[in-house]
């Protein structure tokens, strides 16, 4: 028989040992990876963006949440800024309108003022013919009441 040379076992214990070292580094990289790993990364180019796979990406999957409250904000925004167009446009009609009132009330309190000179008073009673009523020809005087 043959006798068996002691490098041999040497060479069998080394070549366990490469074994061993590669399947637990096959080992680590298969615990390493899962199914749940990001894609490579694309380079973002014109043709990308305009070719909507930009819009496919996982990072856009991810931030469709962040994209509807831009969307609801944008909105609010909107309504708000034409609410407030609408009450400014309410408020100039009425300060017109209150300019407006305020010139009614100051011609007709003119015109009240006109009609109630004592002058007018003596040609409308004049023209009236109005025998019981007259303009006095003593000037006003005070009347004196003594306290008690």
Known sequence: MKEKDPNDKQKIVEIDAKEQESMST????????????????????LRTILGGDLLTADMVRRQVWLCLLIALFLTVYVAFRYQCQQDMI?????????TDAKFKALSSSSSLTE?????????????????TLHSSNQPPFKIYIPEQ
Do not use: F, M, W, Y
């Open 90 to 98: 309410d408020i100039a009609q009425l300060e017109n309108q209150l």
């Open 26 to 45: 096959l080992r680590q990289l298969k615990e390493s990876v899962t199914e749940d790993d990001d894609a490579p990364a694309s380079s973002l180019s």
């Open 115 to 131: 009609r109630c000179r004592e002058s007018h008073v003596l040609n409308v009673l004049r023209a009236h013919q109005d025998s």
